[in-house]
C-alpha cells in the first residue's frame, strides 16, 4: 500500500483552466501538506492542515485553494492556471517527531 | 530561508562511506536536525533526524557536534542507488505549525 498517494500522476492543460490534485495517506497522520518544486528544483511549502484546520498558508495566490474533507486528505484546486504554475507539486503528511512522508508527486504543465 | 550550509556538490566511490557535511550555526535549543533526499523525479525520503545525540538507522547515521552547529550524514557503504541531492534541515520540535524549508541541498554522485 502506498502511504501517500497523490492522484493524477501527470497533468497537462491549457492556460485558463481549473484543475484539482489529489492526495489521500493511509498512515493515521494529523497534518498534511503541499509543497511546489519549481523547474529550478527549489522545493517550497504552500500550505498544511492539522485535523482538517488550515495552519500554514504560505503567502500562495488566491487561485489556489486547499480542501481537507478529512484528515486522511489534502486536496488542491487550482483555478484559472497560469503557465508560472507549472511544477511538481507534492503532497505529504507528518505526526510527532518520526519526519515527513512525500507522494509521488504530479507534474502539472500549462500549456 | 534555509538555516543550514551545505556544499552543492559531492562525489563518492561505490562501497567508501559517503559523509555528507551541514553547517548550521544559528541553530536553537529546541530545533532538530533533520535530514532527506530526494532521488530524480521522486519525492523527498526521510532519512534520519537527532537533536543533540548521535543518531543511527538502517539508512545512515547523524553524527552532531557538541556545540550542535554543525553535523555530518554518513553513508556507510554507499551504493549507486544514493545518487540524489541531499537535504539537511533544522525544525523545530513537532507542532502543528511545525514545517521543513529546504534549501539547495547537497547533489551527491556515486560512482562505480
Known amino acids: 500500500d502506498t502511504a501517500v498517494s497523490q492522484t493524477p500522476k501527470y497533468l497537462v492543460t491549457q492556460m485558463g483552466n481549473d484543475k484539482s490534485i489529489k492526495c489521500e495517506q493511509n498512515?493515521?497522520?494529523?497534518?498534511m501538506y503541499w509543497y511546489k518544486q519549481d523547474s529550478k528544483k527549489f522545493l517550497k511549502i504552500m500550505f498544511s492542515?492539522?485535523?482538517?484546520?488550515?495552519?500554514i498558508n504560505e503567502t500562495v495566490p488566491n487561485r489556489f485553494s486547499p480542501k481537507s474533507p478529512d484528515k486522511a486528505h489534502l486536496n488542491l484546486h487550482i483555478n484559472s492556471l497560469e503557465l508560472g504554475d507549472s511544477a511538481v507539486y507534492f503532497c505529504?503528511?507528518?505526526?510527532?517527531?518520526?519526519?515527513?512522508?512525500f507522494g509521488s508527486g504530479t507534474r502539472l504543465t500549462v500549456v | 530561508d534555509a538555516k543550514t550550509t551545505q556544499p552543492p556538490s559531492m562525489d563518492c566511490a561505490e562501497g567508501r562511506a559517503a559523509n555528507l557535511p551541514c553547517n548550521h550555526s544559528?541553530?536553537?535549543?529546541?530545533?532538530?536536525v533533520y535530514w532527506y533526499r530526494q532521488i530524480h523525479s521522486q519525492g523527498p525520503q526521510y532519512i534520519i533526524h537527532?537533536?543533540?545525540n548521535n543518531e543511527t538507522n538502517e539508512m545512515a547515521s547523524l553524527i552532531i557536534t557538541e556545540d550542535r552547529k554543525s553535523s555530518t550524514l554518513i553513508l556507510p557503504h554507499a551504493t549507486l542507488r544514493d545518487t540524489a541531492v541531499y537535504y539537511c534541515?533544522?525544525?523545530?520540535?513537532?507542532?502543528?505549525?511545525?514545517?521543513?524549508?529546504f534549501g539547495s541541498g547537497t547533489r551527491l554522485s556515486i560512482r562505480p
Open positions: 505529504a503528511s507528518s505526526q510527532d517527531l518520526g519526519g515527513y512522508t
Open positions: 498512515l493515521g497522520h494529523d497534518t
Open positions: 492542515y492539522n485535523n482538517k484546520e488550515l495552519i
Open positions: 544559528t541553530i536553537s535549543g529546541n530545533e532538530y
Open positions: 537527532g537533536l543533540k
Open positions: 534541515i533544522v525544525m523545530e520540535g513537532y507542532s502543528s505549525a511545525s514545517k521543513i524549508i
